[in-house]
């Protein structure tokens, strides 16, 4: 099991494998993290795109990977290095149940890698929903968070969760600590919308960690604490016109906006179409527009997108409220 996991408070689950199901199909989203101005501590869910995983019982201990379809290679069939099967073999770890419980994974990509849209979260997340539905739900989201955040560091270095908390809870999430994890889950607005572009260029997460500042002006930190708190009351209030004053960056995007070709046209794109604000999504390198018309979402990422491919830059557009639910099982 990975040594950043503290499984204690899993002491004395009881798992009936009698019941277990044989088969189950689970959908997570995609998401968008730092919602411009929160890095690292706020996200929310996409209603679209997202992976799928279907996992199947079966009667050999261990936990394998049959295939992934939608990565073109990229991802290890390894289940020791796959962050999907890696973290399910944690969780059985966890429960002691592992030398008795066998599954089988698929994994099905319907989002790009490396957009930052919380791809690797996605796929981490719907994993272990599924395990945990398979189980009869031995664990509450809150208990499979923290194997949702190793997820994380063995996909890019670092285990932080404001991929993965939106993924599972669903909605918009703060992570208020990390040691512990304290994840309070903040109301969606029921009017706003997101306009999501990827641009398909390579933005890889660890270099885009690796070009923010270790330290920053405290004028400058005085003003992105502002914009936060103004952002988590807007959203309280759902005032829109506050949203639009406080989704402003100034200590993380114009770092991270050298990697991303053509990112002020987009923004000038965006905000000119009556966007309320313009931003990365993640460590890039997509963008999105926050609106409150879904209308309004669609001229934009049309817009957007037409602009790069006038500059020879392929995209993928998506238009999205925010998702309540989270992961969720197929039918």
Known sequence: MANNLNVEYLKGKVVDL???????????????ANMICGFDILGFALEQPGDEVIMRRKQQPGVTIKEITGD????????????????????????????????????????????GLGSSAASTVAGL?????????????????????????????????????????GGITLIRGNEPLDVISIPSPKELVAAVVFPQVDVPTRDARQLIKDKVLLKDAVTQ??????????????D???????????????TRAILIPQFYEMKEIALQHGALSFGISGSGPSVIAI?????????????????????????????????????????
């Open 72 to 115: 073109d290679g990229r991802l290890p069939l390894d289940p020791s290095k796959n962050t999907v099967s890696a973290c399910v073999q944690y969780l059985l770890q966890a429960l002691n149940i592992a030398s008795k419980v066998g599954v089988e994974i698929e994994l099905h990509k319907h989002m790009p890698i490396g957009s």
């Open 225 to 238: 604490w502002g914009n936060i708190a103004g952002l988590v009351a807007a959203l309280f209030k759902e």
């Open 240 to 254: 829109y016109d506050l949203i639009s004053r406080s989704m402003k960056d100034i200590l993380i995007e114009p």
């Open 18 to 32: 009698d019941k277990m199901l044989p088969e189950v199909r689970v959908f997570a989203p995609a998401t968008v």
């Open 291 to 331: 609106t409150r018309d879904e209308q309004v979402a669609k001229n934009i990422a049309e817009k957007i997108q037409a602009h790069l491919k006038e500059n020879e830059i392929e995209s993928f557009g998506y238009v999205s409220k925010v998702n309540l639910e989270g992961p969720k099982v197929l039918n």
């Open 129 to 169: 929903f599924a395990i945990n539905v398979m189980l009869g739900d031995p664990l509450t989201k809150e208990e499979l968070l923290p194997f949702c955040v190793e997820g994380e560091r063995l996909a890019c270095g670092t285990g932080h969760a404001d991929n993965v908390a939106p993924a599972l809870y």
